[in-house]
T-cell receptor, first 114, second 111 residues
Framework: DGGITQSPKYLFRKEGQNVTLSCEQNLNHDAMYWYRQDPGQGLRLIYYSQIVNDFQKGDIAEGYSVSREKKESFPLTVTSAQKNPTAFYLC?????????????FGPGTRLTVL | KNEVEQSPQNLTAQEGEFITINCSYS?????LHWLQQHPGGGIVSLFM???GKKKHGRLIATINIQEKHSSLHITASHPRDSAVYIC?????????????FGKGTLLTVNP
């Protein structure tokens, strides 16, 4: 089955530690995205990558880093510099065509900083 | 200020009722998306619209480009429709690499 997987589903981290969230897709999509969701707010873009070995900052990139060494993988590192990291993190990829533009989302990772 | 506004924020309905969720946005767009988020957190894409109307089963989505407004309708609602429904737009021009999301509408359908 094609899709996007994120691991782990729940993650607990002590303050001051870096943590990496995994995102893998087997949909052969070029574009991938990381979003953050907080209660009462719309999803906000952290980083995006439109092609392998290239990525761009989104609206709230401070305290985060990414890599895109393979088409299938787009891991997100939440660094100790992120002031308020507790949130729900969603990875997505995008399929585009002549008449299509669809975002596919992973199941998400809920990060809690203790 | 969030540039995509949804209403209502919360909606409770009885099974079988006709549901309407509204979305308005501020400037020209190339596409509008309706998404569904279930309690576990996973998000599914329902529709992508650039004009007119689309229908899939009991779901209907419409968009009025001139009025910068879209609606999502659910006919004969069912408890399994209970979810958060999210509107997102892809603005034309320089911001077209990303989607801008509304805050979502929490729908609860009671049996």
């Amino acid at each position: 089955d094609g899709g996007i997987t994120q691991s782990p589903k729940y993650l607990f981290r002590k303050e001051g530690q870096n943590v990496t969230l995994s995102c893998e897709q087997n949909l052969n999509h070029d574009a991938m995205y990381w979003y953050r969701q907080d209660p009462g707010q719309g999803l906000r873009l952290i980083y995006y990558s439109q092609i392998v070995n290239d990525f761009q900052k989104g609206d709230i990139a401070e305290g985060y880093s990414v890599s895109r060494e393979k088409k299938e993988s787009f891991p997100l590192t939440v660094t100790s510099a992120q002031k308020n990291p507790t949130a729900f993190y969603l990875c997505a990829s995008r399929r585009t065509g002549m008449w299509t533009d669809t975002q596919y989302f992973g199941p998400g990772t809920r990060l809690t900083v203790l | 200020k969030n540039e995509v506004e949804q209403s209502p924020q919360n909606l409770t309905a009885q099974e079988g009722e006709f549901i309407t969720i509204n979305c308005s946005y501020s400037v020209g767009i190339s596409a509008l998306h309706w998404l569904q988020q279930h309690p576990g957190g996973g998000i599914v894409s329902l529709f992508m619209l650039s004009s007119g109307k689309k229908k899939h089963g009991r779901l209907i989505a419409t968009i009025n480009i001139q009025e910068k407004h879209s609606s999502l309708h659910i006919t004969a609602s069912h408890p399994r429709d209970s979810a958060v429904y999210i509107c997102a737009v892809r603005y034309s021009g320089g911001s077209n690499y990303k989607l801008t999301f509304g805050k979502g509408t929490l729908l609860t359908v009671n049996p």
